[in-house]
């Protein structure tokens, strides 16, 4: 599948123009995306990362990196997923950046969603969906999402976020609408945000192959 995710990550790069700051996700596919930015960084004006991961391949590769609050609205975002329906709607977080990830695709104009043919599916839900929470409120969260979905919280134990705070991974959900379920579950207190891209789907799915393949 890395073979997959390369050229999605590459095909995203037909969406940088001159002068612009680009948004930058996190995870395996983005690196190869990070990668290819790094031949073209002289046409842009810096990056807004997700992560801690990212931002040190993007210093690495000698990329400036802006501050969200300084770069305001950004033309660009481009990002990976662990799922994606036939809507663009998404499950993220796989990787634990799903917050800010949250953040920088909801101040940009366009997100490019770069995905492995696998990652596909008609309904959300048999990956595991992430949910970052307040390590104090761990163990209601984890009650509040048993009684309100009949989902099953895992801790994911040992995870710190880049924002200190933990994972909960929810197994077991059918995610038949899924903006009913991201505001349900964005309604529990301690939760700081739900891994269900649906009310900020992306614009935009690339899915790697040969050629690969826009949606
Ligand atoms: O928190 C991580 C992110 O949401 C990633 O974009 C997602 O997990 C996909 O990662 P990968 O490209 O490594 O499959």
Not at 39 to 68: N, T, Y
Not at 124 to 139: C, T, Y
Not at 196 to 213: C, K, Y
Request: charged share 20%; net charge negative; proline share 6%.
């Amino acid at each position: 599948m890395s073979e997959a995710k390369r050229q999605a990550a590459e095909k995203a790069i037909e969406y940088v123009e001159d002068g612009m700051v680009v948004g930058v996700g996190t995870g395996s596919t983005v690196a190869y995306f990070i990668d290819a930015l790094a031949g073209i960084k002289h046409r842009i004006a810096g990056a807004v990362s997700s992560s801690m991961q990212s931002s040190e391949q993007l210093r690495r590769h000698g990329i400036e990196l802006l501050d969200l609050n300084a770069a305001g609205p950004l033309p660009l975002y481009v990002d990976g997923a662990d799922e994606c329906d036939p809507h663009k709607r998404l499950i993220k977080g796989g990787g634990a950046a799903l917050t800010r990830e949250k953040i920088i695709a909801g101040a940009s104009e366009i997100f490019v969603c770069v995905i492995d043919p696998a990652k596909q599916v008609d309904v959300l839900g048999r990956f595991p969906l992430p949910l970052e929470v307040i390590p104090m409120a761990r163990s209601l969260v984890a009650r509040e999402i048993v009684s309100r979905t009949g989902g099953q919280p895992v801790w994911r134990e040992g995870t710190v976020t880049d924002n200190g705070n933990w994972i909960l991974d929810v197994h077991g959900l059918s995610i038949i609408d899924p903006m009913d379920m991201e505001s349900t579950l964005n309604q529990i207190p301690g939760v700081v945000s739900v891994g269900l891209f649906a009310r900020r789907p992306a614009d935009v799915v690339i899915v790697g192959g040969a050629p690969a393949t826009v949606l």
